[in-house]
């Protein structure tokens, strides 16, 4: 599956189950870890780890399986590494104390607009 598609996926399942603030950055040309990173919070630690697990639902529906799925033990930051996406789920709080849009600042913003749904429709 391409990547841009994987990314879709990824995005609308977040939307899908009410993720706060869903920005995804190109991060290719800064480095081999992944094309893209996808960053997203939750309100509560139920909230982010059901935005986790329906990525990665989503995803698997299409055959598609993380390499790895890492999360501290409160459910504050969930990552799910998918080789060429890496979509990284916090709780508000740690989402703050991270910051990992600062880190990546260098990484090119992707306009994901067009994947989310729009309110009162």
Do not use: C
């Not at 189950?17 to 480095?31: C, H, M, N, P, S």
């Not at 780890?49 to 990525?55: F, G, I, K, P, S």
């Not at 991270?98 to 306009?111: C, H, I, M, Q």
Request: glycine share 6%; charged share 30%.
């Amino acid at each position: 599956m391409e990547t841009e598609k994987k990314l879709e996926i990824a995005v609308k399942a977040l939307d899908s189950k009410r993720g706060e603030d869903i920005q995804a950055i190109k991060i290719a040309d800064l480095t081999i870890l992944a094309e893209y990173f996808v960053i997203v919070n939750g309100t509560s630690n139920t909230h982010a780890r059901t935005l986790a697990d329906e990525v990665e639902f989503m995803l698997s529906q299409q055959g598609v399986e993380p390499h790895h799925r890492e999360a501290d033990t409160g459910n504050t930051w969930i990552v799910l590494d998918y080789g060429d996406i890496i979509v990284h789920v916090f709780y508000k709080e740690a989402r703050n104390t991270y910051r990992l849009e600062n880190l990546w600042a260098d990484g090119t913003p992707v306009d994901i607009s067009g994947m989310l749904v729009k309110e009162g429709k």
